[in-house]
């Protein structure tokens, strides 16, 4: 009887893999290459142990591997559900909106806070500031089709962003519209551990690993115009460069 499930799959005696890591490499690949969507539930141990003909211990310790990646998240009474990912280059300059719209996913912000305020000494740094100096501080949550992928809080100057309030879903689309949308930016990303208030805003447990991302944007004439720090869920993001090796 042929399988009704999107992927092949076929134990491989041979292999020094245990078979439930083998069926979850199969998931995996199943998930990035389309057979899956986000949000779309997978088949329960025991539609996976039927139709593969393995044991459900075997389906159920694979589907646990996902979990522990991200790859799937678990809702308790109602089953398994394919994690959205958003995957960013990190070659080009884009914005989260424009990110997500590309992938198919739906953009929302939760805004928390949009304010005029002095510049703090990092943000005065950062964007070449003198003390005194306003700037427009934006904080919100990001949101793809409802799920919290990050916490992020943008610090531009007054004179760049006089009216925090008439940003609406996407900052840079605001800042194209008086030609004040960054050309380039610096990003540099490393890793921390979720306290109590990121786990709370990112819907995560207490010490979860998050990525932590410190961006800052000119304009083309080499003015700093933001100054963006951004908390990702590492479960949902995955950052991807391409590398090139000249020749000898």
Same mark, same amino acid.
């Given at each position: 009887?042929?399988?009704?499930?999107?992927?092949?799959?076929? #134990?491989? /005696?041979?292999?020094?893999?245990? *078979?439930? @890591?083998? +069926?979850?490499?199969?998931?995996?690949? %199943?998930?990035? =290459?389309?057979?899956?969507?986000?949000?779309?539930?997978?088949?329960?141990?025991?539609?996976?142990?039927?139709?593969?003909?393995?044991?459900?211990?075997?389906?159920?310790?694979?589907?646990?591997?996902?979990?522990?990646?991200?790859?799937?998240?678990?809702?308790?009474?109602?089953?398994?559900?394919?994690?959205?990912?958003?995957?960013?280059?990190?070659?080009?300059?884009?914005?989260?909106?424009?990110?997500?719209?590309?992938?198919?996913?739906?953009?929302?912000?939760?805004?928390?806070?949009?304010?005029? #305020?002095? /510049?703090?000494?990092?943000?005065? *740094?950062? @964007?070449? +500031?003198?003390?005194?100096?306003?700037? %427009?501080?934006? =904080?919100?949550?990001?949101?793809?089709?409802?799920?919290?992928?990050?916490?992020?809080?943008?610090?531009?100057?007054?004179?760049?962003?006089?009216?925090?309030?008439?940003?609406?879903?996407?900052?840079?689309?605001?800042?194209?519209?008086?030609?004040?949308?960054?050309?380039?930016?610096?990003?540099?990303?490393?890793?921390?551990?979720?306290?109590?208030?990121?786990?709370?805003?990112?819907?995560?447990?207490?010490?979860?690993?998050?990525?932590?991302?410190?961006?800052?944007?000119?304009?083309?004439?080499?003015?700093?115009?933001?100054?963006?720090?951004?908390?990702?869920?590492?479960?949902?993001?995955?950052?991807?460069?391409?590398?090139?090796?000249?020749?000898?």
């Amino acid at each position: 009887m042929k399988s009704k499930l999107p992927f092949a799959f076929e #134990a491989d /005696a041979e292999s020094p893999s245990p *078979l439930y @890591l083998q +069926l979850a490499l199969a998931l995996s690949r %199943a998930i990035s =290459e389309g057979g899956y969507q986000a949000h779309e539930a997978l088949p329960s141990e025991r539609v996976l142990a039927e139709e593969l003909g393995i044991s459900r211990v075997t389906a159920r310790k694979a589907i646990e591997r996902l979990v522990e990646q991200g790859l799937i998240v678990r809702k308790h009474g109602s089953g398994n559900y394919i994690a959205p990912r958003l995957e960013q280059p990190l070659t080009r300059l884009t914005s989260f909106t424009e990110e997500l719209h590309q992938r198919g996913f739906v953009p929302q912000s939760r805004w928390l806070q949009r304010v005029l #305020a002095p /510049a703090q000494a990092d943000e005065q *740094l950062s @964007l070449e +500031l003198h003390a005194g100096e306003r700037v %427009a501080r934006l =904080e919100r949550l990001r949101l793809a089709d409802n799920v919290v992928m990050a916490y992020e809080v943008s610090v531009l100057p007054e004179s760049v962003l006089p009216n925090p309030e008439a940003v609406a879903a996407s900052l840079y689309t605001h800042l194209a519209q008086s030609g004040q949308a960054p050309m380039r930016a610096l990003q540099h990303i490393r890793a921390m551990n979720a306290d109590l208030k990121l786990a709370s805003l990112l819907e995560v447990p207490l010490g979860a690993a998050v990525l932590f991302i410190t961006r800052v944007g000119y304009l083309a004439d080499g003015k700093a115009v933001e100054l963006t720090h951004s908390y990702c869920r590492s479960d949902y993001y995955d950052f991807v460069a391409e590398m090139r090796r000249e020749p000898v």
